[in-house]
């Protein structure tokens, strides 16, 4: 019996342990680089880039009453983008649309339990 319990607590933190991923890490100085930046969207469009346990950018900026897209992807391990305000809750990557209407600084967090990290991992919406 306790052979048994031993076997799931160590199952069950290797699954926690995975849950980010440790893929290696050559190639992402680039993105550790700039991440102190604030950055402009290219149009209405967002690139957001996801690392453990940060995005590319601490600040992102879209004009308000215009269409937005925004657009996830995951460079190491496994994250989401959650913007409460705008009803936006992407688990993974891919794309979403949202409009902005009233301008402000909105908290943009990763909405996919990622790790140690997990409660730092956030960037500022500014809408204009």
């Given at each position: 019996?306790k ?7 160590v ?11 440790g893929?290696?890490?050559?190639g992402?100085d ?5 991440g102190g930046?604030?950055?402009?969207s ?13 995005f590319?950018?601490?600040e992102?900026?879209v004009p ?7 657009s ?9 983008i959650?913007?409460?305000e ?6 993974g ?7 902005p209407e009233e ?5 943009i967090?990763?909405?996919?339990p990622?790790g ?13």
């Amino acid at each position: 019996m306790k052979k048994g319990l031993l076997a799931m607590l160590v199952l069950g933190l290797a699954l926690f342990l995975a849950a980010c991923g440790g893929g290696d890490s050559s190639g992402s100085d680039e993105a550790e680089s700039d991440g102190g930046d604030a950055a402009e969207s290219s149009g209405n469009t967002l690139d957001v880039t996801a690392t453990n346990f940060s995005f590319d950018k601490d600040e992102y900026t879209v004009p308000a009453g215009e269409e937005v897209t925004v657009s996830l992807t995951n460079e190491e391990g496994m994250h989401g983008i959650g913007i409460d305000e705008f009803d936006v809750n992407m688990e993974g990557e891919g794309e979403t649309t949202f409009t902005p209407e009233e301008p402000g600084e909105y908290t943009i967090y990763c909405s996919v339990p990622c790790g140690q990290g997990h409660a730092d991992m956030k960037s500022t919406l500014v809408v204009e």
